[in-house]
């Protein structure tokens, strides 16, 4: 998990990952047109993705294909985001419960 965090620490691979969720799949040269920088960096940045396992590329031919893959995305909302939504949500739902109780208790 470590290695998925700090690829989406940087600000150029969350674009380049809302790029790939936008389309099926992208080409080095296709991601290179459209982002200002040289077609090493983003290659270098590819590299990042793929080792934390969020891009997936593919050789078709002469031409590599990179594709988002979002598990890595959805086990971190799993174990870090959806397990303190709940405590949040209970405790709205025992507040909420408390408040209607407390509007019988008054009437």
Not at 8 to 36: K, V
Not at 48 to 71: C, D, Q, S, Y
Not at 74 to 99: E, H, N, V
Request: net charge positive; with cysteine.
């Amino acid at each position: 998990m470590e290695r998925v965090f700090k690829a989406l620490a940087d600000g150029t691979r969350r674009r380049i990952l809302d790029r790939l969720f936008d389309t099926d799949s992208l080409s080095l040269g296709e991601l290179c047109s459209g982002l200002e920088m040289s077609r090493q960096a983003v290659s270098k940045h590819l590299g990042i993705l793929e080792t934390a396992g969020l891009v997936v590329a593919v050789r078709r031919g002469r031409e590599k294909r990179h594709f988002l893959n979002p598990v890595p995305i959805q086990q971190i909302g799993d174990r870090w985001i959806a397990k303190y939504a709940r405590k949040q949500a209970r405790a709205i739902t025992a507040l909420k419960g408390a408040l209607e109780e407390g509007s019988h208790d008054a009437s």
